[in-house]
């Protein structure tokens, strides 16, 4: 009998199901199951429909059946910093905010009346960024207090679906160290800064350890499905999730996890709560193992996608990047962190405007936009190296880059020559393949980490890009 393992991976725009088993010890994925995601406009406020995500992960489970593949285990992993709130009938308070709402504009400094920004960040070591969950909540706590009031529980949104499918409540580490509220020390909570900031201490459960059982599905929902599965938690952050499934042997791996956001760091042992590192708005976001990420988010794939949006989708991203090589020479370069590209109405406009801002030449082609966008990323990429280099006291010879965007190879090219450093790129599926790597090795399918990144290495296609 093959024993199968089953990722449930969702990104911000779709997610997917991904079973995994061993073949003359290699891991093999099979995808059985996609879906659609995005945030609903609604008031002019964004949401995310938690009982269409929640049907759409049971479909899939159900798929699972269907094939005569049922898994042993399955795991849940999502974006960070989104949670639900739970009163005491474990029903959920008011809507389930998206990450990109506008509700968080000014919480900032509403956070920074009570702590300081220097010290929130020696506290915490995590960088910031307006939709981190420490301003969600203060914009509940601010504009929505009865919520606040009622709430008994906060689970973050993988946990929220984990306690539905098995009636338990876990509350993981490496996406709780997201909220900017975890002590990197302690790898817990920090309740006295939680205490501070007026927040419901009683919310917060422990934290738990990527790899931890959570239990069997409910029969309520073993009824549903069709059968009894496990539950294990996987690093729930997906970044967490992919930076497990970096093909590599050492401890000295610089990479980008690229997809919607581009995650470029290193992995530490130790939290680099530095004022030189919070000055580069670096951040340590717990992984697997107690590893910290240090790194910077940058905007990542978020701004073509848009673009290629925008288009109604007329054009492959594919088609995109050969549009962009053939302007390769357009000079304009625009911040691709800055505020205005995180969601505008209209990218291409936001694009433009910083163009006209900034006096530079306006992008007015397809091609020209897809140019100005792909190289400015390639450019943020490089000025990233240099800080991580400055930062870690270290020199780095590749950059590794995991998930989707490891298949951009136009992006890659870029990488390397703006960078002047060899570019690995692969695997493609590196959140899922992370997530299912946390169950195997609960499972004893691998020893550690380093046994089952050795395995993805001899798994998947890698494929390397010389610096020029």
Same mark, same amino acid.
């Given at each position: 009998m093959t024993t199968y393992y089953l990722a449930v991976?969702?990104?911000? %725009?779709? =997610?997917?199901?991904?079973?995994?088993?061993?073949?003359?010890?290699?891991?093999?994925?099979?995808?059985?199951?996609?879906?659609?995601n995005g945030m609903d406009i609604i008031d002019g406020h964004r949401y995310w429909n938690t009982d269409r995500l929640f049907a759409e992960i049971k479909n899939g489970l159900k798929k699972a059946k269907e094939l005569g593949k049922v898994p042993v285990s399955m795991g849940i992993d999502t974006w960070a910093v989104d949670y639900v709130l739970l009163d005491k009938n474990d029903v959920p308070c008011g809507r389930t905010y998206g990450y990109r709402d506008s509700r968080t504009t000014g919480m900032d400094e509403e956070v920074y009346k009570i702590i300081?920004?220097?010290?929130?960040?020696?506290?915490?070591?995590?960088?910031?960024?307006?939709?981190?969950?420490?301003?969600?909540?203060? +914009? #509940?706590? &601010?504009?929505?207090?009865? #919520?606040?009031a009622a709430a008994e529980t906060m689970l973050m949104l993988p946990d929220y679906?984990?306690? /539905? /499918?098995? =009636?338990?409540?876990?509350?993981?580490?490496?996406?709780?160290? %997201? &909220?900017?509220?975890?002590?990197?020390h302690t790898n817990d909570w920090d309740y006295e800064l939680i205490e501070k900031l007026g927040y419901p201490t009683k919310m917060f459960l422990p934290v738990t350890k990527p790899g931890t059982v959570v239990g069997d599905f409910t029969d309520e929902i073993a009824a549903e499905i069709g059968y009894k599965c496990? #539950? #294990?938690?996987? +690093?729930?952050?997906?970044? =967490?999730? +992919?930076?497990?499934?970096?093909?590599?042997?050492?401890?000295? &791996?610089?990479?980008?996890?690229?997809? &919607?956001? %581009?995650l470029m760091g290193v992995e530490n042992k130790e939290a680099v709560c530095t004022?030189?590192?919070?000055?580069?708005?670096?951040?340590n976001e717990g992984g697997y193992d107690y590893r910290?990420?240090?790194?910077?988010?940058?905007?990542g794939l978020w701004m073509i996608q848009q673009v290629r949006h925008e288009l109604n989708d007329g054009y492959s991203f594919a088609e995109l990047c050969d549009m962009a090589e053939a302007e390769k020479d357009f000079p304009t370069r625009v911040d691709v962190n800055d505020v205005s590209f995180l969601a505008p109405d209209n990218m291409q406009e936001a694009v433009r405007e910083y163009a006209r801002k900034t006096d530079q030449q306006v992008p007015e082609t397809t091609g020209q936009m897809a140019a100005v966008i792909y190289q400015s990323l390639a450019q943020s990429y490089a000025k990233t190296v240099k800080e991580i280099e400055e930062l870690t006291g270290k020199h780095y010879e590749a950059i590794n880059i995991v998930g989707g965007g490891s298949k951009a190879k136009y992006l890659n090219e870029l990488t390397a020559r703006a960078t002047g450093r060899k570019v690995i790129a692969g695997p493609g599926e590196g959140t899922a393949i992370g997530n299912l790597m946390a169950q195997m090795i609960t499972d004893g399918v691998f020893k550690d980490l380093k046994d089952a990144r050795a395995c993805v290495t001899v798994s998947f296609d890698i494929t390397e890009e010389e610096a020029h």
């Open positions: 991976d969702i990104g911000a %725009s779709s =997610g997917r199901h991904m079973l995994s088993h061993m073949e003359d010890g290699k891991m093999v994925l099979e995808e059985i199951y996609r879906f659609e300081p920004e220097t010290e929130l960040y020696a506290r915490t070591g995590i960088q910031k960024q307006i939709f981190n969950t420490i301003y969600q909540l203060m +914009a #509940v706590k &601010t504009q929505e207090p009865e #919520v606040l679906f984990h306690f /539905l /499918l098995t =009636g338990v409540k876990k509350q993981e580490y490496t996406n709780a160290t %997201s &909220t900017q509220l975890v002590n990197p496990k #539950v #294990v938690l996987p +690093a729930t952050h997906d970044t =967490g999730s +992919a930076i497990m499934a970096l093909p590599t042997q050492s401890d000295d &791996t610089l990479y980008i996890s690229s997809g &919607t956001w %581009s004022p030189e590192a919070q000055a580069h708005n670096f951040t910290f990420r240090f790194l910077k988010n940058i905007m």
